[in-house]
């Protein structure tokens, strides 16, 4: 007889104390008398990761976010049983494990500074509903600390004080506090007493992050299923916190070529093949660069996957080279949902490899897309990954497409209340069986991944080119993104300024929005604002939904033409220093966009900054955000910077008016540097590069600038055949000395340098050029001292009077 017909709710539950200890190599493992075992793995010196389980015993160790060339390896660990605690010391790091409640405390090991303590710790509520946990942890929030991070929130850069929600959807004109939205990124950045660390939790459920928002001291995320797993990263420096995040989760696998660097133009939809022409023949024609022309989803037969609607595009082979000869690549799009259609070959070879998700009783998942009816491919299975890359054959071998946009890969589903699969759906999750739960978050990661795949395949030689909408953690390896469908006002202006900032201190610095906005119309103006702050973000595309008007830079007035075109030449003159700054991105994880706090953190001031911010590693930006503008203020941080149109050196740490009229905008660059720039061109490749110049930024003291440079496409850069140029100056009252050193097996095309020198506080006496004196005629002065030298010199020195 069945007496109580309730299930007991226990509520939260706690590890006991620890009963043993064994070490195993460069993991630790600390079980208690409730069968609580917290696995800890010294990664790096200064990179932890703790993993709980609640069982006695730990599932299978997969994870699609960590990369299998993260760095590892450590200087030291040593272990000490104390009287009430485990001490656990590397080069970087100590932390402390209670005996009684298995609480984690973490200090610097050169000082004993305290960097992050539990609060309550790890914790865990059974899930009677799913089965399993759902798991939690909590931490201290310590006095003055900030937080940075979880990718495309649309909301001010310090979370401080806010909870958020990782479940990637599909956000139609979301707002500036819509959460969640297309991405999830669950790691983030705290800051506190000039000391940063990351914690990342890997875990791919539904997740949540609260910065002491429900109490002022306390932080804490937890998931709704799956492990309590996560990695503490240590700094002290915020720009290494993000760059071993970055190594973590993985670097870039390949430079983008440098045309997918330039000015794209998108719409949806361009169609038919005369309407393509007459966009892009307007482009040669007003004398706007752009190197990409996109592909909405009416190229397709009835928006089937890899078809062509033959009455639009009758011949896409020939149109695709057409533009090619014009200098336009062609992106197109493929989404996930494959219509249901026998006659359909790609519907067919899925359903006869059983390749498409299924629900937990066996029917197939069925969702309405653009096609209608669709089954989904199941990209968690490799099977399945190797089936899609080999889809592509076709569009990029054969009719030479050079990109492909991967869009509604959360997946979104259309007219059901919760935008995306039913929680039942299963997924192979490579060889680690599950629900949709677990499988939602990295869906549209894996599609990206295996599309990247057939890319990389069909272009070679030449490198792939990818864009997804949806993301999660270590999708930066395959893939560029956009922040998805935003809209056409000044607030949406502010929103992707501040995404495109966080999602490069969440380690996926290949990221734009759609400017202009993808729903309604913008004013000329704000397009122009628009386009004056994408310039400076590494992904440059405009993108509308062409339901309201033209979203072309000649679609409203001369006056936005004229300035837009300026701008966009100003891109491309600075591709040479994009490309150099993604170098150092690819090679060390570097940010290629820099908000104040990861430039300056000492700087309590940064820390709330949200408008400004650092393009590579030399120039500052900030856009201007209101209507009817004729400047700002804005902070410059610490240093000396020259404004970018004036010359004027303006001394740092403090906020300040700018004038900036709708044909300028908030523009310095750092004393001492020296940017490199290209001479304007209409799409990369369209000139044979004679000269590149060199605007050298005088500074009384030190500075180092660098250029990287190879074939701009195809895979000879790994195997050595690059150009890596270090370019050291040094100035004084009445000298400058600019020395230059180069590795690397690539000679560029070009022969010299012309090089501009900003703000030289003396008159040219004399000059060397690698310990020989050559005549003063060389020097052409108009307020910029500018000369040509040979790109192999070694050392210019100038002297004063």
């Given at each position: ?50 993993r709980y389980t609640t069982t006695g015993k730990f599932e299978n160790d997969f994870s699609y976010a960590i990369t299998k060339y993260a760095s590892r390896g450590y200087n030291k660990l040593e272990i000490e049983d104390l009287k009430t605690h485990y001490k656990i010391s590397t080069s970087k790091l100590i932390c402390h494990i209670d005996k009684d409640t298995l609480k984690v405390q973490l200090f610097d090991a050169a000082d004993g500074l305290a ?46 004080g806010k909870r958020y929600e990782n479940w990637v959807t599909d956000s139609y004109a979301y707002g500036k506090d819509t959460d969640p939205i297309y991405k999830a990124i669950p790691f983030y950045t705290g800051l506190h007493h000039n000391r940063a660390y990351g914690i990342f939790f890997d875990n791919s459920f539904r997740s949540f992050f609260d910065f002491a928002h429900e109490r002022r001291n306390v932080t804490s995320f937890w998931a709704q ?108 799009i493929i989404d996930p949902g494959i219509k249901i259609d026998k006659d359909y070959s790609v519907f067919k070879e899925a359903l006869d490899n059983d390749y498409f998700c299924k629900r937990a009783d066996g029917p197939y998942m069925k969702g309405k897309v653009w096609p209608g009816e669709c089954y989904f491919p199941d990209y968690t299975k490799p099977e399945v990954r190797d089936w899609w890359s080999g889809l592509f054959k076709e569009l990029i ?405």
């Amino acid at each position: 007889m069945i007496v109580n017909t309730e299930l007991e709710s226990k509520g939260n539950l706690f590890p006991s104390n620890i009963i043993d200890f064994k070490k195993d190599v460069d993991t630790l493992y600390f079980t208690t008398e409730n069968e609580v075992i917290l696995q800890l793995t010294v990664v790096r010196d200064s990179v932890l990761r703790f993993r709980y389980t609640t069982t006695g015993k730990f599932e299978n160790d997969f994870s699609y976010a960590i990369t299998k060339y993260a760095s590892r390896g450590y200087n030291k660990l040593e272990i000490e049983d104390l009287k009430t605690h485990y001490k656990i010391s590397t080069s970087k790091l100590i932390c402390h494990i209670d005996k009684d409640t298995l609480k984690v405390q973490l200090f610097d090991a050169a000082d004993g500074l305290a960097i992050s303590q539990d609060e309550i710790g790890f914790h865990w509520e059974e899930s009677y509903e799913h089965g399993g946990n759902i798991v939690k942890m909590s931490k201290v929030s310590n006095d003055g600390e900030s937080y940075f991070g979880l990718g495309d929130k649309p909301n001010h850069l310090n979370l401080k004080g806010k909870r958020y929600e990782n479940w990637v959807t599909d956000s139609y004109a979301y707002g500036k506090d819509t959460d969640p939205i297309y991405k999830a990124i669950p790691f983030y950045t705290g800051l506190h007493h000039n000391r940063a660390y990351g914690i990342f939790f890997d875990n791919s459920f539904r997740s949540f992050f609260d910065f002491a928002h429900e109490r002022r001291n306390v932080t804490s995320f937890w998931a709704q299923g799956g492990e309590m797993n996560y990695y503490f990263i240590y700094g002290p420096q915020m720009t290494e916190v993000v760059e071993s995040y970055t190594d973590l989760t993985g670097k870039p696998h390949l430079l983008p070529p440098l045309w997918a660097l330039g000015f794209h133009q998108c719409k949806w939809s361009y169609y038919p093949e005369s309407k393509v022409k007459e966009i892009t023949s307007t482009f040669r024609k007003l004398q706007i660069p752009c190197d990409a022309i996109y592909l909405d989803i009416d190229y397709m037969d009835g928006f089937r996957c890899f078809t062509w609607n033959k009455d639009y595009f009758p011949d896409p082979k020939r149109m695709v080279k057409e533009l090619a000869d014009d200098g336009f690549k062609t992106v197109a799009i493929i989404d996930p949902g494959i219509k249901i259609d026998k006659d359909y070959s790609v519907f067919k070879e899925a359903l006869d490899n059983d390749y498409f998700c299924k629900r937990a009783d066996g029917p197939y998942m069925k969702g309405k897309v653009w096609p209608g009816e669709c089954y989904f491919p199941d990209y968690t299975k490799p099977e399945v990954r190797d089936w899609w890359s080999g889809l592509f054959k076709e569009l990029i071998e054969d009719i030479g497409v050079k990109g492909v946009w991967n869009d509604m890969n959360e997946p979104a589903v259309m007219e059901v209340p919760n935008k995306t699969f039913p929680d039942d759906v299963r997924h192979d999750y490579d060889g680690n069986p599950c629900s949709h739960r677990k499988a939602h978050n990295i869906y549209g990661m894996q599609m990206a991944r295996a599309t990247y795949q057939g890319l990389k395949k069909f272009s070679y030689p030449k490198r792939p080119f990818v864009i997804t909408r949806s993301a999660y953690s270590g999708t930066q390896r395959y893939t560029s993104t956009w922040t998805g469908d935003n809209v056409a006002t000044w607030e949406h202006l502010w929103i992707a300024n501040v995404q495109a900032q966080r999602m490069a201190m969440s380690g996926f610095s290949f990221a734009g929005s759609d400017i202009g906005g993808f729903a309604e119309q913008p004013q000329g103006e704000l397009f122009t604002r628009w386009i004056q702050l994408g310039i400076f973000h590494p992904f440059f595309r405009v993108h509308s939904s062409g339901d309201h008007g033209d979203q072309e830079p000649w679609a409203f007035d001369t006056d936005v033409t004229d300035v837009v075109r300026k701008f966009i030449e100003i891109r491309y003159e600075l591709l040479p220093y994009l490309y150099t700054a993604f170098w150092h991105y690819v090679e060390q994880g570097t940010p290629l966009l820099k908000s104040l706090v990861l430039y300056d953190q000492e700087d309590v001031q940064t820390h709330y900054r949200t408008d400004e911010f650092i393009f590579g590693n030399q120039i500052l930006a900030c856009p201007v955000l209101e209507p009817n503008a004729k400047g700002r203020r804005m902070y410059i941080p610490k240093g000396n910077w020259f404004n970018f149109w004036t010359d004027e050196v303006i001394k740092g740490g403090k906020e300040m008016w700018v004038d900036a009229d709708i044909d300028s905008m908030p523009i310095f660059v750092k004393e001492g540097a020296i940017i490199p720039k290209y001479p304007k061109q209409q799409y990369v490749g369209e000139k044979q590069i004679e000269s590149v110049i060199l605007e050298a930024y005088f500074k009384t003291g030190k500075e180092s600038s660098q250029l990287f440079d190879d074939a701009h496409d195809g895979y000879d850069y790994t195997k050595g055949r690059y150009s890596y140029r270090t370019f050291k100056l040094l100035g004084k009252s009445n000298e400058l000395i600019i020395q230059q050193h180069k590795e690397g097996k690539f000679n560029a095309s070009y022969k010299t340098f012309e090089l501009r020198i900003h703000g030289l506080p003396f008159e040219i006496k004399e000059i060397q050029l690698d310990n020989v004196i050559i005549p003063l005629d060389h020097v052409k002065s108009n307020g910029i001292s500018t000369m040509t030298i040979d790109k192999e010199f070694t050392e210019l020195h100038l002297i004063g009077k």
